[in-house]
């Protein structure tokens, strides 16, 4: 069974351009979350679908940030104009909804955003 | 709110070395407590969980105990190996806050020979 995919695995872009990073989910799956590191710091959250539904975007830094889930598969992840401080690693994470057991979280491997 | 500190890196140990990473929380809620290990170009990986008060989560000989009295988490290992090295992050996720997890800034650590 293949795992959280995500692309581009590393994008370099010029502060005040647009880059929109993929997430495949594992298939089934119908919570997929978004989180961040950047450098050397914490992973935090930004969001949290449940198929296709927004269920928590409260760490979404700034409405720069867009994220879409449409179908309620795969993901996509918009920053629109890019700033220096959005630089880190995104990560993608991907969990089915079991009732009464803790549903774990499968990562994708993450996309590496240099912005310049 | 909730925050989770973990001992600040890297950490270099010779194989076969006693291994602790240091984790402690604050959480507004009864969390679950987690550390996650991210190898060299993988995504994070579940490596072990404890979901109460004095319960000890466990997986390649790696152990960490939920102890609610010093709200820690500790990560230890007897026999550390080369192919330990990465990165670890301690992680928390309070119930009813819709899975989402708490993280540290994580740990690299490296096992020389």
């Known amino acids: 069974e293949a795992g959280v995919t995500q692309f581009p695995s590393h994008s370099v872009i010029e502060k005040g351009q647009t880059v929109t990073l993929r997430c495949d989910p594992i298939?089934?799956?119908?919570?997929l979350y978004w989180y961040r590191r950047v450098m050397g710091k914490e992973i935090k959250f930004l969001l949290h679908f449940v198929k296709e539904s927004k269920q928590d975007e409260s760490g979404m830094p700034n409405n720069r940030f867009l994220a879409e889930r449409t179908g309620g598969t795969y993901s996509t992840l918009k920053v629109q104009p890019a700033e220096l401080e959005d630089s880190g690693v995104y990560f993608c994470?991907?969990?089915?909804?079991?009732?009464?057991?803790?549903?774990?979280?499968?990562f994708g491997p993450g996309t590496r955003l240099t912005v310049l | 709110g909730n925050s989770v500190t973990q001992m600040e890196g890297p950490v270099t140990l010779s194989e076969e070395a006693f291994l602790t990473i240091n984790c402690t929380y604050t959480a507004t809620g009864y969390p679950s407590l987690f550390w996650y290990v991210q190898y060299p170009g993988e995504g994070l990986q579940l490596l072990l969980k404890?979901?109460?008060?004095?319960d000890k989560g466990s997986n390649k000989g790696f152990e960490a105990t939920y102890r609610k009295e010093t709200t820690s988490f500790h990560l230890e290992k007897g026999s550390v190996q080369v192919s330990d090295s990465a990165v670890y992050f301690c992680?928390?996720?309070?119930?009813?806050?819709?899975?989402?997890?708490?993280f540290g800034t994580g740990t690299q650590l490296k096992v020389e020979l």
């Open positions: 404890a979901t109460k008060a004095d």
């Open positions: 298939s089934g799956h119908d919570n």
């Open positions: 994470a991907s969990s089915p909804i079991l009732a009464f057991t803790y549903n774990e979280q499968f």
């Open positions: 992680a928390l996720e309070v119930t009813g806050g819709g899975n989402k997890l708490t």
